[in-house]
């Protein structure tokens, strides 16, 4: 390998830890905002660590399912730093979507193992951060309910009886949905600014987010770097020739991220050979068709005839 390319892989190993160290900066930053409240007299208090606890234990399935459907496992101290920090944003997104207590937290609780059981294993998909939004965004209104005394998600007027301005009247005018208690959202005991509160959490959930989704690309990265680096310790022209026959943009569906140096070697060894004999054979049977040489149709068989005689001519 060349100074300068040996020179390159290290610049590009470099700049994947760095976006690690970045990524998990901004999840341990975003956790922490998303477990904080402000009360009404400006001081800050926690939110709990019933919902964090919640938070670990969806994130535990996460990773159980994708270590089922075959995903990376980290083979150095880059990778095993980002996957914990990988685990720790999912663990605050998912703490700090839900409601900290009651009914409402283990509703939302069980439908994000139902998903991830139906097949939304990555938390990192547009999927995903829609559904953390959306739960985000019912705390939210829970959370401004409760700030304004309404203990229920939703009031619903009854039509005739609400349009009768009787004070007796009140408590039939309306029904009442998903009630809930102060102590089911973990409020401060001085009252809630829901102000400061709903800007401290949303630019926690977006930095949480945003490093959780920053993270799992570093680590994509950081070991395509890694690949990149073995295939490089042949000579140049082999190690050019084998990142053409198997594109960086393969690696990971071909099963290469998160194998040791062994596994690999004897990874790389196999695909290439699988494709190259694959590419002969295609040869060999093209070979075979003697008269396909000597009659072109036009159009579209033509063109594939054409195509597979100049394979036949290059591989001559």
């Not at 001081?43 to 399935?61: Q, R």
């Not at 985000?136 to 007027?157: C, D, E, K, N």
């Not at 494709?275 to 072109?296: H, K």
């Amino acid at each position: 390998m060349s100074t300068h390319t040996h020179v390159q892989v290290i610049e590009e190993v470099r700049q994947a830890r760095w976006l690690v160290a970045l990524s998990a900066v901004m999840i341990g930053c975003g956790g922490f905002l998303l477990g904080v409240q402000i009360d009404a007299q400006g001081g800050a208090s926690g939110t709990g660590l019933t919902p964090l606890a919640m938070g670990a234990l969806v994130a535990l399935a996460a990773w159980w399912m994708r270590r089922r459907a075959g995903s990376a496992l980290p083979r150095d101290g880059t990778g095993l730093f980002g996957a914990l920090a990988a685990y720790l944003g999912t663990s605050f997104l998912v703490a700090g979507v839900l409601v900290p207590g009651g009914p409402w937290m283990f509703a939302e609780l069980v439908l994000l193992l139902v998903l991830l059981g139906r097949g939304a294993r990555d938390v990192t998909r547009p999927a995903w951060l829609w559904w953390f939004v959306a739960l985000l965004l019912f705390r939210l209104w829970i959370t401004w309910q409760g700030s304004v005394h309404q203990w229920q998600v939703l009031s619903v007027p009854i039509p005739i009886l609400s349009w009768i301005p009787l004070d007796f009247l009140e408590p039939v005018q309306s029904v009442s949905l998903g009630s809930f208690t102060p102590a089911e959202l973990a409020f401060p005991p001085l009252g809630l600014d829901f102000r400061m509160t709903v800007a401290i959490w949303s630019a926690g959930f977006a930095l949480c987010a945003g490093g959780t989704w920053m993270i799992q690309l570093a680590l994509r990265e950081h070991e395509n770097d890694r690949i990149h680096e073995r295939i490089h310790t042949l000579p140049a022209p082999l190690a050019q020739l084998i990142e053409r026959i198997l594109p960086e943009s393969e690696w990971e569906s071909l099963g290469l991220h998160g194998l040791s140096e062994r596994e690999l070697v004897l990874a790389i060894e196999q695909r290439v050979r699988e494709r190259v004999d694959r590419q002969r054979s295609i040869v060999e049977e093209y070979r075979s068709l003697e008269p396909l040489r000597w009659t072109n149709p036009g159009g579209f068989q033509g063109s594939v005839q054409a195509a597979l005689h100049a394979l036949e001519e290059k591989q001559a």
